[in-house]
């Protein structure tokens, strides 16, 4: 049950890839064609749905207001956020939009306020501040009874870290759904958030890097269940289910304020330097300007380039 992953230079690695993804989400919502693909694409304001995850029947067997997080949110509002019992009328679900990135997607949701309402006619609800690695502080243990992370685990800098605190959130019998790429760091070429790649192995969760691999279901199995599958485009989904208390020895909460504060420290010393100032909003206005083009395209163009480099990539491996 012993597994490492030391956290040094992991973060720094990790915070490389944050201009990229707000230059991202920034021009998706300023482009109202992009902007109205994503949100027909996303599900917000309807039954929740998960692939290989009857999530509505799960919740809706619970026995008290289920309590929700979709982990590294993002803003796609891609999870559905009403559920509907059998014999009963559908009623909105408490959910958490969560994401380490949240002070800034909520400056865009407030930068586009108006083109949300317009599209939509309400407006989409703030995303709070959240880093999965460290998410049983900020949803103390046992509060949760669903907790999705969808493309979100890969980015992050510590996943098998982030992996147990999310089980550590859980209600016992609660759920932690995992949706990803297969092996994603693979095809992104190891760049920005692109640190890990999660795979199933003929039903094992793996979670590797050139320098790592860990075997997800041995790790947890001494206190969580686990089903998992394969999805459309060949996702790789599973299905966590908490039986015990992650036990002390995998989450060592004294390491980790050792850990924060040190990395606190680090980053008023660069702060206080001006040529990392002026690379971050080089990089973060390079990343704009590009992000302005592409996602200037419509979203069906778009998802036609992103299928075709797919294909590519899988051809040539
Ligand atoms: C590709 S987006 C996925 C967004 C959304 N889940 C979806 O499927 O559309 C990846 C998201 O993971 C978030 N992320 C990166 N590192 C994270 C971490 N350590 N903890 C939680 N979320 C993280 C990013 O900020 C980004 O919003």
Known sequence: MEYKEHPNNKIKHWSEGIAYEIAFWNNVYR??????GMMGWSNHCQIIKLENFDCNRFLTSCQTEPNVLDIGCGMSYTT??????????????????????????NDILKRYSSRIKKRLGYMLPDIEFGMVEYISSFYPHNTVDLAIIQNALD?????IK????????LKTGGKLYLNHHPNEAETEHYKGFHQYNINNENGKLIIWNKNERHDINSLISQFADITV????????????????????ELLNH?????????????????????????KWKLKYWTYNIIQFFIQSLSWERKMKIKRLIKQTNDNNR
């Open 80 to 105: 559905g956020n009403y559920i509907k019992p059998e014999n009963g009328a559908q009623r909105a679900v408490n959910i958490h939009y969560v994401d380490p990135l949240a002070p800034f997607f």
């Open 155 to 159: 980015h992050s800098a510590l996943p």
């Open 229 to 248: 599958s394969t999805g459309i485009d060949k996702h790789v989904i599973a299905v966590i289910t908490k039986r015990n208390n992650v036990p002390c």
């Open 31 to 36: 482009w109202k064609n992009t902007f109205s």
């Open 162 to 169: 982030g992996l147990l605190e999310a089980i550590e959130c």
């Open 254 to 278: 004294k390491e980790d304020k050792q850990y924060l504060c040190r990395q606190m420290m680090t980053e008023i010393i660069n702060g206080t330097k001006i040529n990392n100032f002026i």
